[in-house]
């Protein structure tokens, strides 16, 4: 399936953004307002023919086939936070925004700046609350944490990051047993495998082991905490703490990981920008990606023949799957064009746009009758659908803090890991750094949220 109709590639571009950027929207209104219920039009333009709608390049031709399907125009405006920041804070927003739900919802909502789309469900016929896949609850927000509360988005399709795909041919290779399709590695044993099945040459790295960088380092470390029954974040999300034992065994796991040179880092990132191009030449064994990159796997027979998923591994025993994406839409509280926003979303989540995207196996879809479109015709695909499905059972909502961004998080983790890999400093002294720099930006964002 053409990447261009998807727009999975972004879920990597996403990672690109600046912390700079992301910290400058501290700056945006601060105590909520009373959030729109969408039960009056307000300064809607009814009847109005064009739609505003901020989103990746990449999925700029699947959004104007959905315009063309709802004879709307689409006004695309290509997904920028710094602009979107900006746009915003002058309450002239787009119509439609595209977000991550999982780590965006709380720092939008908690600043009044969504749309409760509850009541636009409620009278809805084609996106009904009970057809709703329970990942949308990172889409809800009850001003306190993540989860409950309004609905304030919904995602195009998710995934569950931390899974794992790998390519048979290499595990052959190396002769070294294929994964279990039911039971989680350890972290141990995955940090292992990755050793065994890196390939140096004349010093340098030809194959990369394990490539654990899923989508950006701050949100591995968080799922791996939430492995050991613990939490980077503090109960009120409104500080960090990387020094805990449970956040300290995973960021030791990360440096150990980094410094063993097997896989792409911090210190050392993938020269490719991100794992497809490298697992499709041959030169990644394992990839911590979720359900989402069988999409690019499926359009390439040789590498879809040898490729295999896996679930989630595990750093301790609370055994969990999060997802870290939600890749989807919201409507911003000041948008101008609210009807038409809500035609599009009944259409590009509840209509023949998402029916194609469902059998595209790029993601698990948002509805869940369309689950059973789900790509299962080929082997591989087969043995995805079936690991998939086993992996939902140990689904869990990681709430995010409302008080910063992840792009300004995995800045500060890109200035100070880097230094630490390097220079062999502790995980201790690493951590106390981290927590300093991150709790910081978090601080000056609260004081910005009533």
């Known amino acids: 399936m053409s990447v261009s109709t998807t727009g999975s590639f972004d879920r990597r571009r996403f990672l690109t953004v600046s912390a700079g950027a992301a910290f400058a929207a501290t700056a945006l209104p601060g105590c909520a307002a009373s959030v729109d219920d969408g039960s009056s039009d307000g300064d809607t333009k009814a009847g109005s023919k064009t739609l505003t709608v901020m989103s990746s390049e990449d999925e700029k031709k699947e959004l104007q086939t959905v315009g063309k399907a709802l004879g709307i125009k689409i006004n695309f405006v290509a997904r920028d936070e710094t602009k979107l920041n900006a ?3 002058a309450k002239n927003p ?10 965006e919802t709380p720092y939008f909502a908690a600043r009044g700046l969504m749309t409760d789309l509850d009541p636009y469900f409620a009278k809805s016929s084609v996106l009904k609350p009970s057809d709703i896949d329970p990942v949308n609850d990172v889409w809800r927000y009850d001003g306190k944490k993540q989860g409950a509360g309004p609905r304030y988005g919904l995602a195009k399709d ?31 044993e995955l940090l292992e495998l990755g050793k065994k099945l890196t390939k140096r040459r004349l010093g340098k790295v030809k194959v990369y082991g394990l490539s654990a960088s899923g989508l950006g380092t701050f949100s591995q470390l968080m799922g791996m905490t939430a492995s050991t029954g613990g939490s980077v974040f503090a109960e009120d999300l409104a500080s960090v703490d990387f020094s805990s034992p449970e956040a300290l065994k995973a960021l030791e796991w990360y440096l150990e990981y980094a410094r063993a040179d097997i896989g792409p880092n911090v210190a050392n990132p993938n020269p490719d920008g991100w794992d497809w191009p490298t697992y499709q030449a041959g030169r990644m064994a394992i990839a911590s990606d979720g359900y989402w990159f069988g999409g690019a796997i499926g359009g390439d027979p040789k590498v879809a023949e040898v490729s295999r998923f896996a679930p989630a591994p595990q750093l301790g025993s609370n055994r969990i799957s999060p997802c870290f994406g939600a890749t989807g839409y919201w409507i911003p509280k000041d948008a101008k064009n609210k009807d038409a926003a809500w035609k599009f979303f009944e259409y590009f989540f509840g209509g023949k746009a998402a029916e194609e995207r469902a059998a595209g196996g790029w993601g698990i879809p948002s509805l869940k009758s369309l689950r059973s479109k789900m790509p299962q015709a080929q082997p591989y695909q087969k043995q995805a659908f079936k690991v998939q499905e086993q992996e939902l059972e140990h689904f869990s909502v990681l709430t995010f803090t409302p008080y910063a961004q992840l792009a300004a998080l995995d800045g500060v983790i890109s200035k100070v890991l880097p230094k630490a890999i390097k220079g062999k400093a502790s995980a201790g002294k690493a951590a106390d750094e981290l927590n300093k720099l991150m709790n910081e930006q978090i601080a000056k964002g609260k004081e910005l949220v009533g």
Do not use: H, I, N
């Not at 787009?94 to 780590?103: F, Q, S, T």
């Open 94 to 103: 787009p119509d439609v925004v595209r977000g991550l739900g999982a780590v």
């Open 158 to 188: 998710y995934s569950q990051d931390q899974m794992l795909w790998y390519r048979t041919d290499l595990f052959e290779a190396a002769k070294l047993d294929l994964l279990s399709e039911t039971e989680p590695l350890s972290y141990d």
């Open 87 to 89: 746009m915003l804070a």
